[in-house]
Structures are given as C-alpha cells and as structure tokens.
C-alpha cells in the first residue's frame, strides 16, 4: 500500500481500494455501498428499515469508531507503545460492540443474512487476534465470526489469505 503505484490509485496509501467499473474506490462502506447498487446479489443491506439502520449503525462502529484507531499511520506514531495501543482500542470497541451483537444478532450480526455489518466484523476480528486480544469477554462477537468463517466467500477473502499479506500474518 506504500507502493508509488497504489499511491496513485489512492492517495490515502490505505486499504482497501478496488478499481472497478472505470472508477477506483477507496474506503470499505463507500466500495460496499457501490456494490450493493450495482450488484445487488446477495443483499448486503436488509430490505427492513430498522434492520437497515441496525446493520449501518454496526458497520459504522467498526470502521469508524475501532479500526482506524489501528491503522499503521498511527500505530506508527505509538513506537513502542503500539501493542498496548491497539490492544486498548480494540477492547474498548469491542465491549460496546459486544452488547450491541447481543440486541441484533441471529447467526450473523443482524438476523441470519449476511450484510455489510459481517463485512467489517471478520476483519476486525482479524486485527484482534493479531493484536492478541483476549476474546473471552466476547462471546457473541466470537460465536459470529466463527459462523461467517464457515462460508466460503469468508475463507477466501480473509486477510489472512491475501496475497500481499505479511509472511508472519498468512493462513
């Protein structure tokens, strides 16, 4: 992502980004966003409007209110204090997220659809476990992950199984 090449695909230099369609998109919600309206199969958003609501409001905690708290821009600036950092941020992310799954969940994190809300959690949790969060207190988040890794478009997309994924991070 620090290439001159992916720089110029997106200046942010951060992931994702996906060139599609003619156009390049940056940022998670805005590429699902684009997805759901142009490949509207499977849904990504539920067609009732509070589960609607209840899926943006888990998407948006995820990737505004935890994840960017751990990018490498700024677990860079934390040097020596970037496990404690990211340790930190996520645990406090994830104890609100936690009560919430337990209102919405079914199988997933709203119902037993997958939605956008399940595609923001599976990194997430991703980034948990590199940051070796302890993920006792978070049943729920957990018994959901382990439910969306079971399905094949979860296996193959998992950071863990990208091609540019650090040696000591691959599956």
């Not at 992916?6 to 684009?34: E, R």
């Not at 404690?84 to 009560?99: H, P, R």
């Not at 959690?121 to 959901?144: C, F, H, S, W």
Request: net charge neutral; with cysteine; aromatic share 6%.
């Amino acid at each position: 992502q620090f290439s001159a090449e992916f720089k110029a695909m997106n200046p942010m230099q951060q992931v994702p980004a996906l060139k599609i369609d003619g156009i390049t998109l940056s940022q998670s919600l805005a590429i699902i966003h684009y997805l759901e309206d142009t490949r509207p199969n499977p849904r990504l958003l539920p067609q009732d409007p509070k589960k609607r609501a209840q899926v943006r409001m888990i998407a948006d905690h995820i990737v505004s209110g935890i994840q960017p708290l751990q990018n490498l821009s700024v677990l860079k600036q934390m040097g020596e204090k970037k496990l404690e950092w990211a340790q930190n941020c996520i645990v406090s992310g994830f104890q609100a997220l936690e009560q919430i799954l337990q209102h919405t969940a079914g199988r997933y994190c709203v119902g037993d659809e997958v939605s956008m809300a399940d595609l923001c959690l599976v990194p997430q949790v991703a980034n948990a476990e590199r940051y070796k969060v302890d993920m006792g207190p978070y049943p729920t988040i957990t018994r959901i992950n382990k439910a969306l890794l079971e399905l094949e478009a979860f296996k193959i997309s998992h950071p863990s199984r990208q091609p540019d994924t650090p040696a000591e991070l691959q599956a």
